[in-house]
Nanobody, 123 residues
């Protein structure tokens, strides 16, 4: 199983960035997908989550209304659209796959992880 996150980079505050996470080796539609982030010197935290069908999403309060998660099951890819970015959004962003999403915000429940992509928001 492989998860490959991409799309990170440097953006000014107020700008937008779109991340992608391409997967292989798993039956993608059977997995809920989550996005987490880890800022320098801090713990990895939940950003958002989407169910296997894509019918339901959930977000951390810190990104609600600014970030949107979507997926394309035909392409085995999940996306994170980030708008109105703030310097505090600076972090390495990780995608993860969860076969049984009982607690989507708990990183311990995820089965597979991508390698992370760095997002830097300048003020």
């Amino acid at each position: 199983v492989q998860l490959q996150a991409s799309g990170g980079g440097l953006v000014q505050a107020g700008g937008s960035l779109s991340l992608s996470c391409a997967t292989s080796g798993l039956t993608f539609s059977r997995y809920a997908m989550g996005w987490f982030r880890q800022a320098p010197g801090k713990e990895r935290v939940f950003v958002g989550h989407i169910t296997g069908s894509g019918s339901s999403t959930a977000y951390a309060d810190s990104v609600k209304g600014r970030f949107t998660i979507s997926r394309d099951n035909a392409k085995n890819t999940v996306y994170l659209q980030m708008n109105s970015l703030k310097p505090e959004d600076t972090a390495v962003y990780y995608c993860a796959a969860d076969r049984f999403p009982y607690a989507p915000s708990d990183s311990r429940g995820y089965n597979y992880w991508g390698q992370g992509t760095l997002v830097t928001v300048s003020s």
